[in-house]
């Protein structure tokens, strides 16, 4: 991969002008990136090309493949509704692979450590790079610099606009389908994998050339309901298992028993209800991750202590916010993904718990998204710097960790809360300056650690809220020097190549930072 | 012949500890091998503390394999230590980390003890953020949480965070352990800002006094300025029987804890949720220590999930008659002050009481009284002692008196 040439974008950080030879406009600011052009669409189909019976059934993976005219160079979707417990992606590339097609750009809303696999795929060549969020192995590997071309991670939102610009042309997307029907019409929430719901693929569905549904529950038309509209569909392919649900509830699911996350959650609960945020007819969104669990079910606490009442909950549905739910604290989950099987259950029988996409939820190119509409979110970070910058994607030490998921999305509500610890085992983690910047300080509104809760100076209204709540603030520096005393000093910064191994989008399409080559 | 040894650990599951295997050699100055998980980062830094921590220890030539799981410096310059004494080398010093923030801060004799958190003396990861869940006090533990094989290495790391650690508001305990081996560990931690020591299973006012007698040598000779108070654990029958004596040993005794995992061990009983068989006992400590006019302690409540049991424990230990409870979760230590606080009707009444009272002395009158009835004395003394918890736990604010005139 040839060196590309570098700009300095608005956020002061150096970022490539071009990926995987296009250009590519660097990060404006927030809310500066306004394309003047039309939205992409996927060619006009006709309906006498497809079958009037209806059923678009294939023999299997390879056949749909094929008929869908898969040659080298191609992109191609999968979607992370399964997280660590999705099966398709595998078997997309190994048909690839049997089908000696070469240079492929896989396309996933993300990836997980159960696409370890995919390496071996790199490595032959039938992949050529990946675009899209990656963790675990594949954020290893890619971090070495072993990946032919660059790496880009996207927001959910992201990759919904990037559909919609044209800045990536889906050729075929591959749905996983708890339950589908041989028209195509697909849903989450019933079969023997249920796992929820369907909304990242709902830009591949609309907007990819080629749609294939992969299911492990064939049933008869119709399919009710239709999370995924058969009529975007030319293929439905039956496998023996398409995921396995029980892996929703993966690693950053689970809540926390550190007594320290514990008391960082109850400060960031305590912060939500002294602000006055915490009212009647309020929202709030919190990600997945064991201190935002715990978040949430200390809030639960006290709204019921304070008879308050939400008007809707953003999910990552979980078992605490199913419980809040149907215990009256909330009238709607907004839902965009399940985190557990009690959300799947959920999500199928109450009508209050309503589905969503990237679409309805973080999409630049709509006409206006919920996430700005949410009055306070909850969300990880793996650093954070004294202008609230903050890092969710890679390491102190540069390796990619995290996808971004939706947490830039997330950014644009009325409160955005980081709640972190000042330090993990002795790497701080507020620092001088973040070593990848995915979310600009104007957006980070209130840091909450268990040394103290920093608060935003640009949101002077909300000092002024928690003034006299005995909460304990602190100016975000004094939290940091702290941390670095008892580190034995500023952490050195990362060693870090000047190969550019992926590349950091903004919400927009703009680059907002990039990742360099760490070890070999 | 090289004398070797090992100090620390690493592995699966280990965090924020190293493990250190030292060798000392004829000759060759020091070599440093270290992987750490934090190299990138730190590396440089470790290397330079592990030749300072040598150089203090006056070892001159030596080999030193580091294997860091992300350890802070103060517990890698404890583990360095530990493996080097544990050698058998000849050692010529000490290593001291820097005095961290708030080091060198006195105590009050009666300051409020409700709740005392134990922390293990040989996992320093867990007293790094123990003040952020504000217990009254910090117990570093080198007695029962410490395996007989790893005294040692926790006598180091518990000085070495007594030194380097900022508990905040939290009193700074030290569990020594039994006599006599206790009074060696006092050589440990008396030099290092150590608030209160206490003293397990103990039986009579001469073990109290000789706990006492080492400290005030220790005092002298390291011209220590601030005292070294005194908690003694009542932990058998024989301590139970002689908890006045125990109580009234020094001056320096600043409050009576109960300890009934052991009591109950040594009456040949279990230990019960109800806790008939330790009323006795606890009773003892309580009316001991308040004879002796210092605190009475509860003893800790284990199950660190049942908050409804803990929350029932706090409240019969107060009924009782005690000041305080041992925790051993952080998440404990809400429930205990939250327990611990004087209900509010009962705040409403001592305030009452406590303007009956205030205004009789200021008319100099003998005698109290709140409408038609008169206030005994020892209820007026309850009612201060239910307004100052309420204002210490802000129940109550400074200027309540206003208020209510």
């Known amino acids: ?201 709902l830009a591949d569905s609309e907007y990819a050339h080629k749609v294939i549904v992969a299911t492990d529950n064939l049933i008869a ?124 259950e959920s999500m199928r029988h109450n009508p209050r718990h309503q589905n969503t996409s990237p679409f309805t939820s973080y999409n630049y190119h709509g006409k206006g998204n919920f996430a700005s509409m949410v009055d306070a979110v909850v969300l990880g970070a793996t650093e954070v710097d004294v202008n609230f910058n903050a890092n969710v994607v890679t390491h102190s030490d540069g390796r990619l960790l995290h996808g971004i998921g939706g947490w830039q999305n997330c950014l644009f509500s009325k409160c955005t809360i980081l709640p972190i610890p000042s330090f993990r085992d002795r790497i701080p983690v507020i620092v001088d300056e973040v070593t990848t910047l995915c979310g600009p300080g104007e957006l980070i509104d209130v840091v909450v650690t268990e040394r103290g809760i920093a608060i935003n100076p640009r949101r002077a209204d909300l000092i002024d809220a928690v003034k006299g709540s005995g909460l304990p603030l602190r100016p975000i520096e004094e939290i940091r020097d702290e941390v670095f005393v008892l580190c034995g000093g500023p952490p050195a910064p990362p060693e870090r190549g000047d190969r550019v191994v992926a590349a950091i989008k903004w919400v927009d399409g703009t680059v907002i930072d990039c990742v360099r080559q760490v070890g070999k | ?183 060696d560990d006092l050589d440990w931690i008396v030099p290092c800002n150590v608030h209160v020591v206490l003293i397990p299973k103990c039986e009579s006012a001469d073990q109290v006094k000789a706990v006492d007698e080492r400290i005030a040598e220790i005092r002298q000779r390291e011209a220590i300025e601030n005292p070294v108070y005194l908690m003694p654990i009542m932990e058998s029958a024989l301590g139970a029987i002689r908890a006045f004596d125990v109580a009234s040993a020094t001056e320096n005794v600043i409050a009576l804890a109960v300890g009934l995992e052991d009591y109950t061990a040594d009456i040949g009983t279990q230990r019960t949720l109800e806790g008939r068989e330790s009323f006795w006992a606890r009773s003892q400590v309580v009316n001991a220590a308040r004879a002796a006019g210092v605190q009475p302690i509860d003893t800790v409540f284990s199950d660190v999930g049942d908050m409804d049991g803990l929350r029932a424990s706090v409240l019969e230990a107060k009924a009782l008659g005690f000041d305080g409870k041992g925790c051993i979760h952080p998440r404990q230590i809400a429930v205990i002050h939250e327990a611990f606080a004087p209900a509010d009707a009962e705040v409403e009444r001592a305030k009452k009481i406590v303007l009956a009272f205030e205004e009789a002395e200021a008319a100099g009158l003998g005698v109290v009284s709140l409408g038609t009835k008169m206030i005994d004395p020892p209820v007026v003394k309850r009612a201060l002692r239910t307004v100052e918890l309420a204002e210490k736990t802000g129940k109550l604010s400074g200027g309540w008196r206003e208020d209510n005139r």
Not at chain 1, 253 to 264: A, G, H
Request: with cysteine; glycine share 10%.
């Open chain 1, 1 to 201: 991969m040839a060196s590309p040439t570098m700009v300095e974008n608005a956020a002061g950080r150096p970022v490539p002008a071009e990926i995987n030879g296009e250009a590519a406009a660097p990060f404006e600011g927030v809310g500066r990136h306004r394309p003047k052009k039309r939205k992409a669409a996927p060619s006009v189909a006709v309906c006498a090309d497809y079958p009037s019976d209806g059923n678009k059934v294939v023999a299997h993976m390879k056949e749909a493949l094929e008929r869908a005219g898969l040659r080298d160079g191609m992109t191609i979707s999968t979607h992370h509704h399964f997280r660590n417990g999705d099966l398709v992606a595998n078997a997309v590339f190994d048909a690839a692979a049997a089908l000696g097609v070469k240079d492929l750009r896989w396309f996933p809303s993300a990836s997980f450590p159960c696409h370890a696999p995919i390496i071996d795929h790199l490595e032959s060549g039938v992949v050529h790079h990946i675009e899209g969020s990656m963790n675990g192995p594949l954020g290893d590997y890619c971090t070495r610099g072993k990946m032919r071309g660059m790496g880009v991670l996207r927001s959910h939102g992201g990759r919904y606009q990037a559909v919609q610009d044209g800045e990536v042309h889906i050729d075929i997307a591959v749905i996983a389908a708890p339950t589908a029907d041989p028209f195509g019409n697909a849903n989450g929430v019933s079969g023997p994998s249920a796992c929820g719901l369907l909304g990242f693929a």
């Open chain 1, 221 to 344: 038309f119709p399919c009710i309901p239709w999370q995924i509209q058969g009529n975007h569909v030319d293929h439905v392919v039956v496998m023996d298992r398409v995921g396995d649900p029980s892996k929703i509830v993966s690693g950053t699911t689970r809540i926390t028993k550190s007594p320290d996350r514990l008391l960082i959650a109850e400060l960031t609960a305590r912060f939500v209800r002294d602000s006055g945020i915490m009212k009647e007819g309020f929202s709030f969104q919190a990600g997945a991750g064991g201190t935002s669990l715990a978040f949430a079910i200390y809030l639960a606490e006290m709204m019921r202590a304070a008879g308050v009442k939400a008007r809707f909950v953003r999910g990552g549905s979980n078992k605490y916010l199913v419980d809040m739910l149907d215990e009256g604290l909330t009238d709607y989950i907004l839902d965009g993904q399940t985190f557990d099987l009690d959300g799947v």
């Open chain 2, 1 to 183: 012949m090289p004398q070797k040894a090992v100090a620390g650990r690493s592995g699966e599951g280990v965090r924020s500890d190293c493990r250190v295997i030292f060798e000392s050699a004829e000759t060759g100055g020091i070599t440093i091998a270290l992987t750490s998980k934090v190299a990138s980062m730190y590396g440089r830094l470790t290397e330079e503390l592990a030749s300072r921590v040598l150089e203090s220890l006056g070892v001159v030539h030596a080999s030193l394999t580091i294997d860091d799981s992300g350890a802070l410096p103060f517990v890698i310059a404890a583990r360095i230590e530990c493996a080097v004494r544990r050698s058998g080398v000849a050692v010529s010093g000490t290593h001291l980390p820097p005095a961290g923030p708030g080091y060198g801060a006195a105590t009050e004799k009666t300051r409020m003890r409700r709740s005392r958190l134990y922390l293990p003396g040989n996992e320093p990861k867990f007293f790094v953020n123990a003040a952020f869940h504000e217990p009254d006090a910090v117990i570093l533990d080198l007695e029962d949480s410490v395996a007989p094989q790893e005294k040692d290495a926790a006598r180091v790391v518990v000085r070495n965070a007594l030194r380097a650690l900022d508990f905040g508001r939290a009193e700074r305990m030290v569990r020594i352990n039994q006599l006599p081996v206790g009074l």
